[in-house]
Structures are given as C-alpha cells and as structure tokens.
C-alpha cells in the first residue's frame, strides 16, 4: 500500500455536520426532479407508496388506466332491465277460467287414462323361506 492510503486508514471517520447533510440532500433532490422527496417526520404512506412507485411510474399509471376501463366497461354492460317477475301482474279471474276450461277440453280429446299390463307393477309377494331351493356344492 502507499504510504498516503496508510493515513487514511489510521484516520478516525468523522460525522458529517447536520446542516451540510441537510444541503448536500436538498441538492441532490433538485438535480432527481422526478425522485421520490424524503419524509422529514418519518416515514409516511404517500412516501412508502412512492418508493414502491417509482422505478417504473409509467407503467403503474398505465396499469391503473386500465383497471378504470375495465371497470368501466363493466358497469357499462350490466344488464339493467327489471326482472320479468315483478313487471306482471297477477293473472285475471277471466283468465283463470280460460286455463280451467282448457284443461277440461283437453282431459275429453284425451280420454280416460288406462294404464297398460306393462306400466302396472306386480305388487310384491314374499314366499315362505322353506320353498327356497339351495344349491349345495361339494
């Protein structure tokens, strides 16, 4: 090593003096116009929220341009018609009538209903258990 960086190794560090950090900082936010700006008081949401934000603010403001279409778009969409069921009414008595009268003509073109041998079940008869046939294998 030089002799030059053997001094600087043995020399204490010192501190830098509070109103110097406060100007060497306040410059460098002038020269980064678009950097996030340091909380004096802590740290607060909008300033975490930068910090997050801004290596890429471009993209971020895009994606929530599109979040405010797509939500857009949707409640455009809804279907805002009344449902059918609380637009009509309850039918008429003339009209129940109708119905009723339909339903009759329609029970005398068809006819009595017979139901077939096929449609019949067979009711179920349970036979002794002595009648049972046993295979036995030997």
Known sequence: MDNFEQKLQRQPLRQVPTEWREEILA??????????????GGSTFIAQLST???PHPKA????????????????????????MAEKTA??????IVELRQQQRMMAELIGPRDTRDADRSKPFVPQPRSERVEFMTA
């Open 27 to 40: 410059a460098a936010e002038v020269q980064l116009p678009g950097a996030p700006k340091r909380s004096e």
């Open 52 to 54: 997050i934000l801004w």
């Open 90 to 95: 309850p039918p008429s008595p003339e009209v």
């Open 60 to 83: 971020w403001a895009g994606l929530a341009a599109v979040w405010v279409l797509i939500l857009t778009v949707d409640f455009s969409l809804r279907d805002k018609t009344p449902v």
